[in-house]
């Protein structure tokens, strides 16, 4: 891995959450390349479950190697909105997103799964059926207008189609009202017989 994949500063970030046993999942761009079709990618986004105080200790860590505000991920933390580092070596932006107060935030962290790499590295994913959850909620939050998003949908659903847990996807899409949207989704990709 060069310094400039993301999965090389996917390590590094994952190593300091390990460090400090705050829960992680991959999510964004690098996870829909990992369960659909590849694209290049400048930033890295994770979930993580942190309080106050572990936050403050990751903002420290990070320090080391990336441009981060510490008040400003503490803020995030009090918050539970987001807050970013910017990695000095390659300047790729990572985005840490604090799990939401809603059922299937806490899910989604649970249902993670573990992807080893020839490198010997280990990183925790979100599953296909919750990053296809995650890309719709980003969809609709931007007007329904982000091809990008779009796009990353179709390709998981294409390419883990078989891996899916149809009634999973299903249930938690109808928990949040995304029904509509995936319906279209898996119509766009294929339709259901390919599930």
């Known amino acids: 891995m060069t310094p400039l994949d993301p999965l090389s500063i996917a390590v590094l970030v994952a190593r300091i959450l390990d460090e400090l046993e705050i829960p992680y999942v991959i999510g964004g761009s690098v996870a829909s390349s990992l369960h659909g079709e590849p694209r290049s990618t400048l ?18 860590l990070l320090q080391s190697s990336c441009y981060v505000d510490e008040d400003y991920a503490v803020e995030a933390s009090r918050r539970r909105t987001s807050f970013n580092a910017i990695h000095f070596e390659s300047s790729m932006k990572i985005d840490f997103f604090f799990t939401e107060s809603a059922p299937f935030a806490a899910d989604q962290l ?15 994913f ?3 059926e919750d990053l296809v959850i995650r890309k719709l909620l980003w969809f609709r939050a931007g007007g329904e207008s982000s091809q990008r998003q779009w796009r990353d949908v179709l390709g998981v659903l294409k390419t883990s189609g078989n891996l899916i847990d149809l009634a999973y996807l299903r249930l938690t899409a ?3 009202e995304l029904v509509p949207l995936l319906d279209r989704a898996l119509e766009q990709a294929g339709g259901e017989s390919r599930l």
């Open 43 to 60: 930033d890295l986004d994770l979930m993580i479950e942190a309080g106050v105080e572990k936050t403050r200790a990751l903002a420290g």
């Open 110 to 124: 649970r249902r993670r799964q573990a992807v080893a790499f020839p490198s010997g590295a280990e990183l925790f």
């Open 126 to 128: 979100y599953t296909p």
């Open 174 to 176: 109808s928990s949040l």
